[in-house]
């Protein structure tokens, strides 16, 4: 079955890169998303990826697909306090006919260190 | 736009009741999709809604049960609560033919 694992804790500085990371199994993955969720609030939806492509840039938001090894990652630059949150990683099969289950990881707390 | 829209935002039931959580999705979006995220964990999908049926379902038991109106709104039914049934329920918009999905503010359930 499908699985999304990702790395529970990242702890940045200030103004410092971040990079998240995140592992799926599934192959027919069509679409791989970034979620951010601040305390006691819903999902955002950062950005995602198709999965014909090998990086997307959206301002100060970099994701990288590495389809061989399953592999995606998102880099924040000058990451800002602002920024301190739970990212979920999650990926759907979408077949183009319509929205379908999204599967997430467990999320990384990203903690910024002023 | 409002965006996604959920209500109540708090709900505290006990054992063995019913609840009814209730969504109203993102203007232009007719597919709606209802998650479970237990504390500490990511959300877990319960099931989607396209053109008033439900389209396809996670791993939950009968006891959840949904239902999407001529409008898209939707409504989240779960019957005989367990302690277990506590979390917050997000629900999440779509247009059909997008992979987006865009989540309202959840519904956070107590069951005491």
């Known amino acids: 079955g499908e699985d999304v694992e990702q790395s529970l804790f990242l702890s940045v500085r200030e103004g410092d890169s971040s990079v998240i990371n995140c592992t799926y199994t599934?192959?027919?993955?069509?679409?791989l998303y970034w979620y951010k969720q601040e305390p006691g609030a819903g999902l955002q939806l950062l950005t995602y990826?198709?999965?014909?492509?090998d990086m997307k840039q959206d301002q100060r938001l970099t994701v990288l697909l590495n389809k061989k090894d399953k592999h995606l990652s998102l880099r924040i630059a000058d990451t800002q306090t602002g920024d301190s949150a739970i990212y979920f990683c999650?990926?759907?099969?979408?077949?183009?006919?319509?929205?379908?289950?999204?599967?997430f990881g467990k999320g990384t707390k990203l903690s910024v260190i002023p | 736009d409002a965006g996604v829209t959920q209500s109540p935002t708090h709900l505290i039931k006990t054992r063995g009741q019913q609840v009814t959580l209730r969504c109203s999705p993102k203007s232009g979006h007719d597919t709606v999709s209802w998650y479970q995220q237990a504390l500490g964990q990511g959300p877990q999908f319960i099931f989607q809604?396209?053109?008033?049926?439900?389209?396809q379902r996670g791993n939950f038991p009968d006891r959840f049960s949904g239902h999407q109106f001529p409008n898209y709104s939707s409504e989240l039914n779960v019957n005989a609560l367990l302690l277990g049934d506590s979390a917050l329920y997000l629900c999440a918009s779509s247009p059909a033919h997008l992979g987006e999905q865009f989540f309202g503010p959840g519904t956070r359930l107590t069951v005491l």
């Open positions: 990826i198709f999965s014909n492509m």
């Open positions: 999650a990926e759907s099969p979408n077949s183009g006919a319509g929205s379908y289950q999204l599967t």
């Open positions: 599934d192959s027919s993955s069509t679409y």
């Open positions: 809604y396209y053109e008033e049926e439900e389209r």
